[in-house]
Protein backbone atom coordinates (compact mmCIF):
# COMPACT_ATOMS: atom_id res chain seq x y z
CA UNK A 1 0.00 0.00 0.00
CA UNK A 2 1.42 3.41 -0.87
CA UNK A 3 2.40 6.08 1.83
CA UNK A 4 0.86 9.12 1.89
CA UNK A 5 3.76 11.73 1.38
CA UNK A 6 3.74 14.65 3.67
CA UNK A 7 2.96 17.20 1.28
CA UNK A 8 -0.46 15.10 0.18
CA UNK A 9 -1.15 14.81 4.17
CA UNK A 10 -0.90 18.84 4.40
CA UNK A 11 -2.87 18.90 1.66
CA UNK A 12 -5.93 16.78 3.39
CA UNK A 13 -5.95 19.54 6.50
CA UNK A 14 -7.86 22.52 4.29
CA UNK A 15 -10.27 19.14 2.40
CA UNK A 16 -10.75 18.28 6.28
CA UNK A 17 -11.77 21.95 7.55
CA UNK A 18 -13.91 22.23 4.88
CA UNK A 19 -15.62 18.94 5.84
CA UNK A 20 -15.92 19.74 9.24
CA UNK A 21 -17.09 23.08 8.77
CA UNK A 22 -18.96 23.44 5.38
CA UNK A 23 -19.25 20.31 3.67
CA UNK A 24 -20.75 18.43 7.00
CA UNK A 25 -23.43 21.20 7.79
CA UNK A 26 -24.31 21.58 4.53
CA UNK A 27 -25.39 18.18 3.54
CA UNK A 28 -27.08 17.47 6.96
CA UNK A 29 -28.84 20.71 5.45
CA UNK A 30 -29.94 19.59 2.31
CA UNK A 31 -31.09 16.00 3.70
CA UNK A 32 -33.65 17.80 6.14
CA UNK A 33 -34.60 19.99 3.09
CA UNK A 34 -36.25 17.17 1.86
CA UNK A 35 -37.99 16.37 5.31
CA UNK A 36 -41.50 16.55 6.60
CA UNK A 37 -42.24 19.06 9.21
CA UNK A 38 -43.73 18.07 12.51
CA UNK A 39 -46.05 20.46 14.53
CA UNK A 40 -44.64 18.72 18.00
CA UNK A 41 -40.90 18.62 16.92
CA UNK A 42 -39.07 19.88 14.25
CA UNK A 43 -39.34 17.62 11.31
CA UNK A 44 -40.31 13.70 10.75
CA UNK A 45 -38.00 11.79 8.38
CA UNK A 46 -39.40 11.69 4.56
CA UNK A 47 -38.52 12.65 0.71
CA UNK A 48 -41.08 15.44 -0.41
CA UNK A 49 -40.46 18.05 -2.39
CA UNK A 50 -42.96 20.28 -0.65
CA UNK A 51 -40.65 22.25 0.80
CA UNK A 52 -38.93 23.71 -2.73
CA UNK A 53 -42.35 24.06 -4.05
CA UNK A 54 -43.66 26.71 -1.32
CA UNK A 55 -40.85 28.40 -2.69
CA UNK A 56 -42.39 29.38 -5.88
CA UNK A 57 -45.53 31.09 -4.08
CA UNK A 58 -45.88 34.66 -4.30
CA UNK A 59 -45.13 35.52 -0.76
CA UNK A 60 -41.02 33.83 -1.50
CA UNK A 61 -41.07 35.34 -4.82
CA UNK A 62 -41.48 38.82 -3.40
CA UNK A 63 -39.08 38.52 -0.38
CA UNK A 64 -36.28 36.75 -3.13
CA UNK A 65 -36.57 39.68 -5.15
CA UNK A 66 -36.76 42.48 -2.28
CA UNK A 67 -33.50 40.77 -0.67
CA UNK A 68 -32.07 41.02 -4.39
CA UNK A 69 -33.13 44.73 -5.27
CA UNK A 70 -31.96 45.40 -1.20
CA UNK A 71 -28.38 43.71 -1.32
CA UNK A 72 -28.00 44.92 -5.64
CA UNK A 73 -28.30 48.76 -4.00
CA UNK A 74 -26.09 48.35 -1.15
CA UNK A 75 -23.53 47.22 -2.95
CA UNK A 76 -23.36 49.24 -5.51
CA UNK A 77 -23.74 52.49 -2.95
CA UNK A 78 -21.10 50.87 -0.65
CA UNK A 79 -18.57 50.90 -4.01
CA UNK A 80 -19.36 54.19 -5.25
CA UNK A 81 -18.38 55.86 -1.53
CA UNK A 82 -15.29 53.39 -0.55
CA UNK A 83 -13.51 53.71 -4.08
CA UNK A 84 -13.28 57.44 -4.50
CA UNK A 85 -12.77 57.49 -0.57
CA UNK A 86 -9.60 55.31 -0.82
CA UNK A 87 -8.61 56.77 -4.29
CA UNK A 88 -7.90 60.16 -2.24
CA UNK A 89 -6.40 58.25 0.53
CA UNK A 90 -3.43 56.73 -0.94
CA UNK A 91 -2.68 60.11 -2.40
CA UNK A 92 -2.16 61.26 0.55
CA UNK A 93 1.42 61.26 3.26
CA UNK A 94 2.16 57.47 4.66
CA UNK A 95 1.30 58.59 8.12
CA UNK A 96 -2.18 59.75 6.95
CA UNK A 97 -2.92 56.62 5.03
CA UNK A 98 -1.49 54.73 8.08
CA UNK A 99 -4.30 56.75 10.43
CA UNK A 100 -7.14 55.96 7.70
CA UNK A 101 -6.10 52.01 7.51
CA UNK A 102 -6.03 51.72 11.47
CA UNK A 103 -9.69 53.44 11.53
CA UNK A 104 -10.80 51.43 8.84
CA UNK A 105 -9.49 48.39 10.62
CA UNK A 106 -10.67 49.46 13.91
CA UNK A 107 -14.20 49.79 12.49
CA UNK A 108 -14.03 46.32 11.26
CA UNK A 109 -13.75 45.30 14.92
CA UNK A 110 -17.17 46.65 15.67
CA UNK A 111 -19.51 44.07 15.72
CA UNK A 112 -22.79 44.44 13.41
CA UNK A 113 -25.08 44.56 16.64
CA UNK A 114 -23.10 47.50 17.77
CA UNK A 115 -23.12 49.39 14.72
CA UNK A 116 -27.12 48.74 14.46
CA UNK A 117 -27.65 50.24 17.79
CA UNK A 118 -25.66 53.11 16.75
CA UNK A 119 -27.70 53.90 13.90
CA UNK A 120 -30.75 53.22 16.10
CA UNK A 121 -30.07 55.61 18.75
CA UNK A 122 -28.90 58.54 15.84
CA UNK A 123 -31.61 58.36 13.87
CA UNK A 124 -34.48 58.23 16.72
CA UNK A 125 -36.69 60.95 17.24
CA UNK A 126 -35.84 61.98 20.61
CA UNK A 127 -31.80 62.00 21.20
CA UNK A 128 -30.44 61.75 17.12
CA UNK A 129 -30.52 63.59 14.05
CA UNK A 130 -33.98 64.45 13.50
CA UNK A 131 -34.19 66.15 17.30
CA UNK A 132 -30.88 68.03 16.14
CA UNK A 133 -32.40 69.17 12.61
CA UNK A 134 -35.69 70.22 14.51
CA UNK A 135 -33.75 72.17 16.96
CA UNK A 136 -31.64 74.24 14.60
CA UNK A 137 -34.70 74.90 12.31
CA UNK A 138 -34.31 72.58 9.66
CA UNK A 139 -37.01 70.26 10.34
CA UNK A 140 -40.19 71.63 11.33
CA UNK A 141 -41.67 68.23 12.30
CA UNK A 142 -39.14 65.64 13.25
CA UNK A 143 -39.85 62.17 13.60
CA UNK A 144 -37.44 59.06 14.23
CA UNK A 145 -35.92 57.27 10.86
CA UNK A 146 -35.94 54.18 11.69
CA UNK A 147 -36.81 51.06 11.47
CA UNK A 148 -36.80 52.49 6.94
CA UNK A 149 -35.63 50.85 4.04
CA UNK A 150 -33.27 53.73 3.77
CA UNK A 151 -31.86 53.24 7.44
CA UNK A 152 -31.62 49.54 6.50
CA UNK A 153 -29.28 50.55 3.43
CA UNK A 154 -27.68 52.95 5.66
CA UNK A 155 -26.46 49.95 7.99
CA UNK A 156 -25.17 48.05 4.88
CA UNK A 157 -23.02 50.80 3.93
CA UNK A 158 -21.88 50.86 7.34
CA UNK A 159 -20.95 47.46 7.20
CA UNK A 160 -19.24 47.18 4.08
CA UNK A 161 -17.40 50.51 3.93
CA UNK A 162 -14.09 49.52 5.55
CA UNK A 163 -14.10 45.82 4.05
CA UNK A 164 -14.25 47.37 0.45
CA UNK A 165 -12.24 49.84 1.46
CA UNK A 166 -9.34 47.96 2.20
CA UNK A 167 -9.80 45.69 -0.89
CA UNK A 168 -9.28 48.23 -2.97
CA UNK A 169 -6.38 49.86 -0.76
CA UNK A 170 -3.44 47.23 -1.97
CA UNK A 171 -3.98 48.03 -5.67
CA UNK A 172 -4.88 51.79 -5.58
CA UNK A 173 -1.51 52.28 -3.20
CA UNK A 174 0.45 50.66 -5.70
CA UNK A 175 -0.28 51.89 -8.85
CA UNK A 176 1.29 53.54 -11.67
CA UNK A 177 0.72 57.25 -10.72
CA UNK A 178 2.62 58.36 -14.21
CA UNK A 179 -0.64 57.29 -16.29
CA UNK A 180 -3.06 60.24 -14.34
CA UNK A 181 -0.31 62.41 -14.33
CA UNK A 182 0.19 62.48 -18.60
CA UNK A 183 -3.55 63.13 -18.85
CA UNK A 184 -3.40 66.15 -16.51
CA UNK A 185 -0.36 67.31 -18.23
CA UNK A 186 -2.22 67.21 -21.48
CA UNK A 187 -5.09 69.05 -19.87
CA UNK A 188 -7.75 66.36 -18.91
CA UNK A 189 -9.48 67.88 -16.15
CA UNK A 190 -9.28 65.56 -12.66
CA UNK A 191 -13.02 64.21 -12.85
CA UNK A 192 -12.24 62.92 -16.66
CA UNK A 193 -9.12 61.49 -15.28
CA UNK A 194 -10.94 59.52 -12.34
CA UNK A 195 -14.03 58.64 -15.02
CA UNK A 196 -11.97 57.25 -17.97
CA UNK A 197 -8.38 56.30 -16.76
CA UNK A 198 -8.69 55.12 -13.43
CA UNK A 199 -12.09 53.57 -13.08
CA UNK A 200 -11.51 51.29 -16.45
CA UNK A 201 -7.97 50.11 -15.14
CA UNK A 202 -9.92 48.46 -12.34
CA UNK A 203 -13.45 47.65 -13.80
CA UNK A 204 -12.34 43.84 -12.76
CA UNK A 205 -11.93 44.55 -9.30
CA UNK A 206 -14.67 47.14 -9.02
CA UNK A 207 -17.29 44.17 -10.12
CA UNK A 208 -15.37 41.36 -8.10
CA UNK A 209 -16.38 44.29 -5.02
CA UNK A 210 -20.07 45.17 -6.47
CA UNK A 211 -20.51 40.82 -6.56
CA UNK A 212 -18.91 40.42 -3.00
CA UNK A 213 -21.04 42.80 -1.47
CA UNK A 214 -24.14 41.54 -2.92
CA UNK A 215 -23.79 38.08 -1.63
CA UNK A 216 -22.60 39.28 1.66
CA UNK A 217 -25.60 41.73 1.58
CA UNK A 218 -27.67 38.38 0.86
CA UNK A 219 -26.91 37.17 4.08
CA UNK A 220 -27.02 40.21 7.04
CA UNK A 221 -29.54 39.48 9.53
CA UNK A 222 -29.25 41.78 12.38
CA UNK A 223 -29.12 44.96 9.97
CA UNK A 224 -32.64 44.15 8.43
CA UNK A 225 -34.23 43.53 11.70
CA UNK A 226 -33.02 46.19 13.93
CA UNK A 227 -33.13 49.12 11.32
CA UNK A 228 -35.45 48.06 8.70
CA UNK A 229 -39.60 46.98 8.62
CA UNK A 230 -41.31 43.83 8.25
CA UNK A 231 -41.81 44.83 4.67
CA UNK A 232 -38.10 45.28 4.51
CA UNK A 233 -37.04 41.88 5.62
CA UNK A 234 -34.78 40.08 3.04
CA UNK A 235 -34.81 36.20 2.30
CA UNK A 236 -32.63 35.49 5.70
CA UNK A 237 -34.78 36.80 8.05
CA UNK A 238 -37.75 35.01 6.77
CA UNK A 239 -35.92 31.26 6.66
CA UNK A 240 -34.57 32.41 10.64
CA UNK A 241 -38.34 33.19 11.19
CA UNK A 242 -39.22 29.86 9.90
CA UNK A 243 -36.77 27.63 10.82
CA UNK A 244 -36.57 29.09 14.45
CA UNK A 245 -39.51 31.18 15.11
CA UNK A 246 -42.16 28.28 13.40
CA UNK A 247 -40.01 25.51 14.27
CA UNK A 248 -40.16 24.33 10.62
CA UNK A 249 -36.88 23.36 10.07
CA UNK A 250 -37.62 21.59 6.79
CA UNK A 251 -38.40 25.01 5.22
CA UNK A 252 -36.09 26.87 6.65
CA UNK A 253 -33.53 24.30 4.92
CA UNK A 254 -35.12 24.29 1.43
CA UNK A 255 -35.29 28.04 1.50
CA UNK A 256 -31.51 28.06 2.82
CA UNK A 257 -30.15 25.89 -0.25
CA UNK A 258 -32.08 28.06 -3.06
CA UNK A 259 -30.69 30.57 -1.87
CA UNK A 260 -27.24 28.79 -1.99
CA UNK A 261 -27.78 27.88 -5.53
CA UNK A 262 -28.93 31.17 -6.65
CA UNK A 263 -25.73 33.02 -5.25
CA UNK A 264 -23.29 30.32 -7.15
CA UNK A 265 -25.67 31.02 -10.01
CA UNK A 266 -24.22 34.53 -9.57
CA UNK A 267 -21.16 33.45 -8.93
CA UNK A 268 -20.95 31.67 -11.89
CA UNK A 269 -22.32 33.91 -14.10
CA UNK A 270 -19.42 36.54 -12.98
CA UNK A 271 -16.66 33.95 -13.82
CA UNK A 272 -18.09 33.11 -17.18
CA UNK A 273 -18.57 37.15 -18.46
CA UNK A 274 -14.78 37.51 -16.93
CA UNK A 275 -13.59 34.88 -19.05
CA UNK A 276 -15.08 36.14 -22.10
CA UNK A 277 -14.21 39.42 -21.66
CA UNK A 278 -10.50 38.24 -21.09
CA UNK A 279 -10.42 36.25 -24.22
CA UNK A 280 -11.94 39.11 -26.40
Known amino acids: MKR ?13 MMSLFFLGPLAFMIVVSFYKRDPLGFYDVAFVWDNYAKFFSSFYYTISMR ?7 GAVIVVLLAFPAIYIITDMKRRWQ ?26 SESSGIPKFMGWIGLWQDPHSLSPSFGAMIIGFVTLGFSLVALMFYPQLAQRDRSIEEAALTLGTSPPRVLTRVVLPNYRGAI ?13 VFVMPTMLGRPQDWNMTVIITDKAVGDANMPLGSALSVIMLLFTLLIIGLLMLASRKEHRS
Do not use: N, Q
Open 4 to 16: LSPAHLIGLFPLG
Open 207 to 219: IGAVVTMFVYFLG
Open 67 to 73: SVWSSAL
Open 98 to 123: LFWIILLLSLMCLSEVILGFAWLILL
